[in-house]
Every structure is written in structure tokens, then in C-alpha cells.
């Protein structure tokens, strides 16, 4: 006689191959027998055949998937809910070192600590959500030793640079840190003037660059200064002059390649549509910059326009074939700068064609 048909009465799979195999194993009944060890259920016939063995019965239904329990929440990718176990006492181990004391800077005042989980974790938003920048060209800065990154100015608050520091630290294989110099004036501010330390920016002069590159470390620098970053929204992507060369000649004396870097986007974060030279003169500030939304609209005015960025890395110029003395030569300086200049201003024009828009 066949077997009678059983239902399943859940569907957890594993319990119920297990529960198959012992109804293939059982030995034949006829139709009407009553299962032994099975009660009826209410409603139905005593000796009616039963659905499902007293086993699956007496077992409790199955638990929900642990992403459904209420009241979970999950954790990181990395490390599921310890992940934030660590990060909480991350943070804490850092608060104590930071009161106690015990964290290291060296003697321009660089505080690597609290650049990695300060600093950058603060630029990080603006750098990949708010202007998304695009980095291209990361495999031309050296993974050791010492560079001259020599990049364009733009955007009336000197914004590129700190997106340019962001984007070596996050996108180098390697992880390097960028040291930027920066004017007098940003180290005459109070409270920037400690933040800029902190980051590892110094004084745009060439006894501290020369320092930091025989260390081998990584050195930006913008030499068209003031003029480019505060020259008028008709001259976008104009680069200005380069100055006397001197980033070229501290780049011959410890023999470090030049990396050329080209910036577009950041021309368009604050349209300057004019100057007031003689508020900028009483306020003693390079300028003072009048902007379609500033300082019309207040401090709301001072918001930057949120555009898409990208920042190209060129090959590398090297410098250490030439000999000592090459440093003093004023016509290689200049063409060692004019050759810098150009591969800049061409990037720049190059990458503003692949351009689809401002914003996108």
C-alpha cells in the first residue's frame, strides 16, 4: 500500500529532510491507520491520518533571521557591533593621550594624530560628498622620499589645498602626508594659525621647505600665491606668474622631482566679481572679494558652491641629474619653472574639455 501524503508544516528545510528521511524508513501502513504517538488534532477524526509527526510538533518554530530581531543594530562591515566596541575606545584611548599629554609633534609644530583622526575626518565630508572630488594620476607621486608637488591656485579661500592634502593622504598606496606652505598671513590668524601647525603646513620660505624635502617628505606648494587665488572669475584657469622660481631651485639643491598638479573646480566655489581695494586696504588683507552671493547674503553668502572637482597628478620632473651648482643658474630655474607652468596650464585645459558640467 503507498505511502499516505504528508504536508509540511513549516519551511525549515534542514528539519525537514531529516523528517523525510525517517518517513522514507518507516515501514508501509495502510490508508486509515491510525500514526502511532499522534493524537488528533481538534476538529479532526480520531484515526484520521495525521499531517505531520509528533517530532516537528513538540520543536519550537523557527527563530527569525538575526538582521530582523528587533531591537539589533548592526554593526560596521568590518567588524559587525564590536566594531564600535573598538571605536569607542579608540576615541578614548586618544582623548586621554590628548589630556595627559603623551602624543609626539615635531619641531614645525605637526601633529600627526590628531591630523589622521581630527583633521581629515573634518575635510573628509567636503572632499567626497560636497565637492566629490576626482583624483587622477596618484601613481606619479613617489612612495618614498622626499617631492615638490607644484600645483595651481584658485577658489578666494584657499580650499585646494586642503582638498590636495586630502586627496595624498586618502588615495596614496602608501598613505603619505602632505606638508603644505602657506603664507605669513595664514600664521598671523589665531586660531587657524594653530590648525594650520597642527596639519603640518609651514612658512612658505625655502630654508623650511629644503628641511622638510632632506627628510623625505612630501612638499605642496602654489607659487602663484595671492594672484591666483584672488584673481577675477573673467581669468578661470589663467594661470598668473610663478614668481622667481624659488620652489625650483630648492627642489635642484636636494634633489627632488617636481610634480606637477592641475585643480579644476575650485575656481567656481566663489565667482569674484570684484574687489574692494580699500576695504581690503583697511582691513590689511590681500583683497577683498565681492561675489554673486557674497557679502550680499551675509554669512550665508560665504557658503561655496558645491562643484565637482578633480585633481590630476602629472609625471614627475626629475632633478637630481643636475649638479650642485645648477641651483644658482637662473636660466635653468626659469625653464625649469616655464616647463612646470606649462604642463600645469595644459592639464587644466585638458581636463576642462573632458568636463561635462560645473556641478556634475
Given at each position: 500500500?503507498?505511502?499516505?501524503?504528508?504536508?509540511?508544516?513549516?519551511?525549515?528545510?534542514?528539519?525537514?529532510?531529516?523528517q523525510?528521511?525517517?518517513?522514507?524508513?518507516?515501514?508501509?501502513?495502510?490508508?486509515?491507520?491510525?500514526?502511532?504517538?499522534?493524537?488528533?488534532?481538534?476538529?479532526?477524526?480520531?484515526?484520521?491520518p495525521?499531517?505531520?509527526?509528533?517530532?516537528a510538533?513538540?520543536q519550537?518554530?523557527?527563530?527569525?533571521?538575526?538582521?530582523?530581531?528587533?531591537?539589533?543594530?548592526?554593526?560596521?562591515?568590518?567588524?559587525?557591533?564590536?566594531?564600535w566596541?573598538?571605536?569607542?575606545?579608540?576615541?578614548?584611548a586618544?582623548l586621554?593621550?590628548?589630556?595627559?599629554?603623551?602624543?609626539?609633534?615635531?619641531?614645525?609644530?605637526?601633529?600627526?594624530?590628531?591630523?589622521?583622526?581630527?583633521?581629515m575626518?573634518?575635510?573628509?565630508?567636503?572632499?567626497?560628498?560636497?565637492?566629490?572630488?576626482?583624483?587622477?594620476g596618484?601613481?606619479?607621486?613617489?612612495?618614498?622620499?622626499?617631492a615638490?608637488?607644484?600645483?595651481?591656485?584658485?577658489?578666494?579661500?584657499?580650499?585646494?589645498?586642503?582638498?590636495?592634502?586630502?586627496?595624498?593622504h586618502?588615495?596614496?598606496?602608501?598613505?603619505?602626508?602632505?606638508?603644505?606652505?602657506?603664507?605669513?598671513l595664514?600664521?598671523?590668524?589665531?586660531?587657524?594659525?594653530?590648525?594650520?601647525?597642527?596639519?603640518?603646513?609651514?612658512?612658505?620660505c625655502?630654508?623650511?621647505?629644503e628641511?622638510?624635502?632632506?627628510?623625505?617628505?612630501l612638499?605642496?606648494?602654489?607659487?602663484?600665491?595671492?594672484?591666483?587665488?584672488?584673481?577675477?572669475?573673467s581669468?578661470?584657469?589663467?594661470?598668473?606668474?610663478?614668481?622667481?622660481?624659488?620652489?625650483v631651485?630648492?627642489?635642484?639643491?636636494?634633489?627632488?622631482?617636481?610634480?606637477?598638479?592641475s585643480?579644476?573646480?575650485?575656481?567656481?566655489?566663489?565667482p569674484m566679481?570684484?574687489?574692494?581695494?580699500?576695504l581690503?586696504?583697511?582691513?590689511?588683507i590681500?583683497?577683498?572679494?565681492?561675489?554673486?552671493?557674497?557679502p550680499?547674503?551675509?554669512p550665508?553668502?560665504?557658503?561655496?558652491?558645491?562643484?565637482?572637482?578633480?585633481?590630476?597628478f602629472?609625471?614627475?620632473i626629475?632633478?637630481?641629474?643636475?649638479?650642485?651648482?645648477?641651483?644658482?643658474?637662473?636660466?635653468?630655474?626659469?625653464?625649469?619653472?616655464?616647463?612646470?607652468r606649462?604642463?600645469?596650464?595644459h592639464?587644466?585645459?585638458?581636463?576642462?574639455?573632458?568636463?561635462?558640467?560645473v556641478?556634475?
Amino acid at each position: 500500500m503507498a505511502d499516505a501524503k504528508v504536508i509540511p508544516f513549516d519551511d525549515d528545510r534542514s528539519r525537514g529532510s531529516a523528517q523525510r528521511t525517517s518517513r522514507r524508513r518507516s515501514a508501509p501502513r495502510r490508508k486509515g491507520d491510525p500514526v502511532a504517538g499522534v493524537k488528533a488534532l481538534p476538529g479532526q477524526q480520531e484515526g484520521r491520518p495525521q499531517d505531520v509527526p509528533q517530532a516537528a510538533q513538540e520543536q519550537p518554530a523557527p527563530a527569525e533571521p538575526q538582521s530582523r530581531m528587533p531591537g539589533r543594530v548592526p554593526g560596521p562591515r568590518t567588524g559587525g557591533g564590536g566594531g564600535w566596541d573598538r571605536r569607542i575606545a579608540g576615541g578614548l584611548a586618544f582623548l586621554r593621550r590628548r589630556l595627559t599629554g603623551e602624543y609626539e609633534v615635531d619641531d614645525f609644530g605637526y601633529d600627526e594624530e590628531l591630523t589622521d583622526q581630527v583633521l581629515m575626518s573634518m575635510l573628509r565630508p567636503f572632499y567626497e560628498k560636497y565637492f566629490r572630488v576626482e583624483v587622477k594620476g596618484i601613481e606619479n607621486i613617489p612612495a618614498d622620499g622626499g617631492a615638490l608637488i607644484v600645483a595651481n591656485h584658485s577658489g578666494t579661500l584657499p580650499l585646494d589645498g586642503l582638498m590636495m592634502q586630502v586627496a595624498v593622504h586618502d588615495n596614496h598606496p602608501d598613505g603619505r602626508h602632505l606638508r603644505l606652505l602657506a603664507a605669513d598671513l595664514v600664521f598671523m590668524l589665531p586660531v587657524i594659525n594653530e590648525l594650520a601647525r597642527k596639519a603640518g603646513h609651514t612658512l612658505a620660505c625655502a630654508e623650511d621647505a629644503e628641511r622638510l624635502l632632506e627628510r623625505g617628505e612630501l612638499v605642496g606648494v602654489m607659487p602663484e600665491g595671492f594672484k591666483g587665488i584672488g584673481k577675477p572669475f573673467s581669468e578661470r584657469y589663467k594661470l598668473q606668474r610663478f614668481g622667481r622660481g624659488g620652489f625650483v631651485s630648492t627642489a635642484l639643491r636636494t634633489g627632488s622631482p617636481i610634480v606637477p598638479c592641475s585643480i579644476v573646480g575650485a575656481e567656481e566655489i566663489y565667482p569674484m566679481i570684484g574687489n574692494a581695494k580699500t576695504l581690503a586696504r583697511v582691513l590689511g588683507i590681500p583683497y577683498f572679494p565681492i561675489t554673486p552671493t557674497f557679502p550680499w547674503l551675509g554669512p550665508l553668502g560665504a557658503v561655496p558652491l558645491p562643484t565637482k572637482w578633480t585633481i590630476q597628478f602629472g609625471e614627475p620632473i626629475p632633478t637630481d641629474g643636475y649638479p650642485p651648482e645648477a641651483a644658482e643658474d637662473p636660466m635653468l630655474m626659469f625653464n625649469l619653472t616655464d616647463q612646470v607652468r606649462e604642463q600645469i596650464q595644459h592639464s587644466l585645459y585638458k581636463l576642462l574639455v573632458q568636463r561635462r558640467s560645473v556641478f556634475f
